[in-house]
């Protein structure tokens, strides 16, 4: 009986533990964003030229940072942006009023254009979601 206690206890243990794990990770993807689609369309890019520019904001423009220019969303928003070609995303912050281009619903700083693989072609077809807050 005791060599049976001594199995069965520490296998007790490791199931236990495991169970917590898994609760664990239950508990991370109920607290992952939401997002809600909000508007689709072409999207573009800020040149590297306009880098130190004051933004809508007031704040300067950095090209390395994940922002965007959208012509009415709050700024301070977050915005995932989806290429629909290939499906890469990336979530930018709004900062900036624009695109002035007509056709466009979003520009985005040169470091997102690269994220979601539309840095060479300049523009992307793009879908948007906002992310909202709990």
């Known amino acids: 009986m005791r060599v049976f206690s001594a199995l069965l206890i520490p296998m007790l243990l490791t199931v236990s533990a495991a169970a917590q794990d898994l609760d664990v ?3 991370a993807a ?3 964003p939401d997002f809600t689609e909000i508007d689709g369309g072409m999207a573009s890019y800020y ?4 880098a130190g520019n004051r933004t809508a ?3 300067r423009f950095d090209p390395g940072q994940l922002t965007a220019a959208h012509r009415s969303l709050p700024f301070g928003s977050r915005v995932r942006v989806t290429n629909v070609s290939n499906g890469d995303s990336v979530i930018v912050r709004i900062n900036d009023r624009g695109p002035f281009s007509h056709g466009r619903v979003i520009d985005v700083s040169h470091a997102a254009a690269r994220e979601i693989g539309m840095h060479r072609s300049g523009t992307a077809r793009v879908k948007l979601a906002l992310l ?3």
């Open 25 to 27: 990770s239950d508990e």
């Open 30 to 32: 109920v607290e992952a």
């Open 47 to 50: 040149g590297n030229e306009l």
């Open 57 to 59: 904001s007031g704040e």
């Open 132 to 134: 909202t807050d709990d």
